[in-house]
């Protein structure tokens, strides 16, 4: 499997961000950062939105350091979260995961390859 270049002309490797909305999921949320960090392909961002946990997850999150962003919020529910994550993103592509799932380390390298492969597909998953 070829790494993703994001065209032939720039040979570049295109950025990502995810998004991992998240509501008292301390015992969780580690796993799915590790999965993202453990990428094949790095990730330019990993932005987990708390949002309103009582249960310690905000101080879990910021142990990690860059490339992971915390974003408070009040809760709103899953969707709000993710739309307030996505709005954040600046990658060109974006990926989402719950706070308590995890990836492959060479999902996101696959993704990348089928937009490579496809240009006309718009959506993977």
């Not at 015992?27 to 949002?51: E, F, G, K």
């Not at 995961?97 to 696959?110: P, T």
């Amino acid at each position: 499997m070829s790494i993703p270049t994001g065209g032939v002309s720039t040979g570049r490797i295109p950025t990502v961000s995810v998004v991992i909305p998240a509501y008292n999921a301390a015992a969780t949320i580690s796993r799915a950062i590790d999965s993202c960090l453990a990428q094949t392909i790095p990730l330019s961002q990993i932005i987990v939105v708390d949002d309103g946990s009582s249960d310690g997850l905000a101080e879990i999150v910021q142990g990690y350091g860059a490339p992971v962003t915390l974003i408070r919020q009040s809760n709103s529910r899953t969707a709000a979260a993710r739309n307030r994550g996505l709005d954040a993103a600046t990658g060109e592509f974006v990926g989402f995961l719950d706070a308590d799932d995890h990836w492959e380390s060479n999902k996101i390298e696959r993704q990348l390859c089928i937009f490579e492969q496809h240009p006309d597909v718009n959506v993977v998953a």
